[in-house]
């Protein structure tokens, strides 16, 4: 008669010791993907803005104190910006200039959020020099806005250029009235 084939029974230590290995594995990779994430979390983190960065990218005015005439500069991102409180001639000054005889064209309403209050960087657009004309002493051109001694660029009250070799008026920044008596730029 034929032998049978004889069949040992199973060793329970080899079922043991696979599952064993699989969960090392898992152990394993689990343990090396969390060391990996902690590890490259301080490179990730150091993209972020510093503090003191974040803090000077706004910047709160009170504008209680500015009587209309009154021109006060702020430093905003390492510029200064300039807010003019301007009384109702310089504002009808502003609105009564023919747009279409501009070099960079922009009513005045575009360019103020409340026609008493007008904001904006004070840096000439043609090489980055500081107009004057915010002290009730200085020059302020034939237009009455602001002068740029440097080439003889000329703003009107609205910080328009009007003569001069700047391509373009004063920069507006982004701000809004966060109540009647102050601004928050940026």
Known sequence: MAEAAQ??????????????????????????????????????????????TLALSTTEV????????????????????????????????????????????????????KPEWLVMVGVCTHLGCVPLGQKATDTRGEYGGWFCPCHGSQYDTSGRIRQGPAPRNLEIPKYDFTSDTTIKIG
């Open 62 to 113: 009170d504008l209680k104190p500015i009587q209309p005439g009154q021109r006060l500069t702020v430093k905003w991102r390492g510029n200064p910006v300039f807010i003019d409180r301007r009384t109702p001639d310089e504002i009808k000054a502003a609105e009564a200039v023919d747009v279409s005889t501009l070099r960079d064209p922009q009513t005045d309403a575009e360019r103020v959020k």
């Open 7 to 52: 069949v040992k029974p199973m060793d329970p230590h080899i079922h043991d010791s696979a599952s064993r290995r699989d969960f090392l594995t898992i152990a394993s990779t689990a343990l090396a993907g969390i060391g990996a994430a902690i590890a490259v979390w301080p490179l990730i983190d150091s993209m972020n803005a510093a503090k003191d």
